[in-house]
């Protein structure tokens, strides 16, 4: 009798995680600050690149600063997408236990998440769930910092709980420029 064929892998799940782009200095408050110019062009093109890339995420977590919500606009339309994001107020200065806890209360039928957060957060959330074996200039990219406008892609190879430190792969970062 043969044997029946293997049904093809669905793909890994996605976590891109996304720092705002370059901010104005002063603002009536930090959660305030607007972005610059310049920031509004990187956000449009990390939209860009992600949509280049054929990453389109199902849900964005998106910090309730103003510079990331303005970024997330900027990227939405860079990218073509008519997602709307789920504004968290965790997201603001929050360090990576907090990230990684809206990460796992994500819905396993999700299977890309896009985070739009801050640093240090997103550095360092992106370099302790690294495992080390992704893209070697990806690897090397994220390791020189984390500048305004940077996502980084990492594979999760389970369910939104498996997000643990050392067990996502990286498989691409990029810092856009406008």
Request: hydrophobic fraction near 40%.
């Amino acid at each position: 009798m043969p044997t029946p064929p293997t049904p093809p892998a669905s793909p890994p799940r996605r976590l891109v995680l996304l720092r705002h782009a370059q901010a104005e200095q002063l603002g009536s408050s930090d959660h305030e600050r607007a972005l610059t110019a310049r920031g509004s062009r990187d956000a449009v093109a990390a939209g860009r690149w992600l949509a280049e890339q054929g990453i389109s995420p199902e849900v964005a977590l998106v910090s309730s600063a103003r510079r990331t919500r303005s970024t997330w606009a900027g990227v939405a339309d860079g990218a073509g997408w008519s997602l709307d994001p789920v504004v968290e107020d965790g997201l603001y200065e929050s360090g990576p236990a907090s990230v990684l806890d809206l990460v796992w209360a994500t819905d396993d039928a999700v299977r890309t998440l896009l985070v739009v957060g801050h640093n240090p957060t997103m550095a360092m959330l992106a370099s302790t769930l690294d495992d080390g074996e992704g893209d070697p200039d990806a690897g090397n990219a994220l390791a020189l910092g984390y500048p305004p406008a940077s996502v980084a892609v990492l594979d999760v190879p389970g369910v939104w709980t498996s997000v643990q430190q050392a067990a996502l792969r990286l498989t691409a970062f990029h810092t856009a420029r406008g």
